[in-house]
């Protein structure tokens, strides 16, 4: 089983990024999936998360209407775009995903860095 992360980087202030994460070795499509991040010195935090259906989204308050958490069932991918950037955002975003009623995260992705800077 394997979450392989992609599309993060370095960009300006009002910027976008969309970050990727590949399942291999589990149905994503089966899975409760969620974005975290960790910034430097600070613990790590829950950005984003949708259930199997789509049916129940969260979005934490310091993202809500410019972070979007979406999956592609057919290519086994889930994504997270980021609209409206601000240097705040700049962590280590990592993607993870859990079966159904389970109370933590059973996979995590490797995390790719985002750096919000002019």
């Known amino acids: 089983v394997q979450l392989v992360e992609s599309g993060g980087g370095l960009v300006q202030p009002g910027g976008s990024l969309r970050l990727s994460c590949k399942a291999s070795?589990?149905?994503?499509?089966?899975?409760?999936i969620g974005w975290f991040r960790q910034a430097p010195g600070k613990e790590r935090e829950g950005v984003s998360c949708?259930?199997?259906?789509?049916?129940?989204?969260y979005y934490a308050d310091s993202v809500k209407g410019r972070f979007t958490i979406s999956r592609d069932n057919a290519m086994n991918t889930m994504y997270l775009q980021m609209d409206s950037l601000k240097r705040e955002d700049t962590a280590v975003y990592y993607c993870?995903?859990?079966?159904?009623?389970?109370?933590?995260?059973?996979?995590w992705g490797q995390g790719t860095q985002v750096t919000v800077s002019s």
């Open positions: 993870a995903a859990k079966r159904r009623g389970r109370p933590e995260y059973d996979y």
């Open positions: 070795g589990l149905p994503l499509d089966s899975y409760t």
């Open positions: 949708s259930t199997v259906s789509g049916a129940f989204i």
